[in-house]
């Protein structure tokens, strides 16, 4: 199984401030995903980072406020830009690996945003 | 991705078989049924995941009809510990492609 490593673990930033959260893998993937988690509710797939090109982004998520940067197989950034209160949220790095195509999670970063 | 829908939440006691169903009337061919836990300040982790018929392993059961519209996931003699999120989710085919979490069952278990 995969070993995600995510940094910070917890912040608190301020208002109009941006954060940069690593995500380090221990073996190469094609792809790699960032979720957010906000409290109590589900997860909600921001957008996968393709080495190589592009990040694609979901619906309500756009590369001015996530800029997302995958610059090797195994390492990816993604960074919350200008943020506000209702970015305070709990980011999740993961990826896909195994016979079984399992997600594999990092502990998460849990952003409180003033 | 075809819609899951599941309970929102659940009660049960320990020593108990807990049954969690999903429902996914839109299911497509290549999709495969996949079922994951999350504990409080974790990421969720991959429980099982079937196509069709039974699926057993040492955590849990998958139960999957014929036609596919609907599947669950049976957790034999639960502890306080199984206390958590449980996500119904759909993988598709042998593809690594995104997969999209639903509100998912808050199951909790009590002494």
């Known amino acids: 199984s995969a070993v995600i490593s995510q940094k910070p673990s917890r912040d608190i930033c301020q208002r109009g401030t941006s954060l940069t959260i690593q995500c380090q893998v221990d073996?190469?993937?094609?792809?790699m995903f960032w979720y957010r988690q906000q409290p109590g509710q589900s997860l909600t797939l921001i957008a996968t980072?393709?080495?190589?090109?592009?990040?694609?982004?979901e619906s309500g998520f756009v590369i001015d406020k996530f800029p997302i940067s995958r610059p090797n197989l195994t390492f990816s950034t993604l960074t919350v830009s200008n943020m506000s209160p209702e970015d305070s949220s709990i980011y999740l790095c993961?990826?896909?690996?195994?016979?079984?195509?399992?997600?594999?999670f990092g502990e998460g970063s849990r952003l409180t945003v003033l | 991705l075809a819609k899951t829908t599941q309970p929102i939440s659940m009660d049960s006691y320990e020593g108990q078989e807990v049954n969690i169903t999903c429902s996914h009337n839109n299911i497509a061919t290549n999709d495969y049924i996949t079922w994951y836990q999350q504990f409080p300040s974790q990421g969720p982790r991959f429980i099982i995941q079937g196509y069709k018929t039974k699926v057993t392993n040492e955590v849990a059961s998958l139960f999957i009809p014929a036609d596919r519209k609907s599947s669950t996931l049976s957790l034999p003699r639960v502890s306080l510990s199984d206390t958590a999120v449980y996500y119904c989710?759909?993988?598709?085919?042998?593809?690594?492609?995104?997969?999209?979490f639903g509100k998912g069952t808050r199951l909790h278990i009590l002494p």
């Open positions: 993961s990826v896909i690996q195994g016979a079984g195509g399992e997600l594999f």
């Open positions: 073996s190469q993937v094609t792809m």
């Open positions: 980072a393709n080495q190589g090109s592009e990040a694609t982004y």
């Open positions: 989710l759909f993988k598709r085919g042998n593809r690594d492609d995104k997969i999209i």
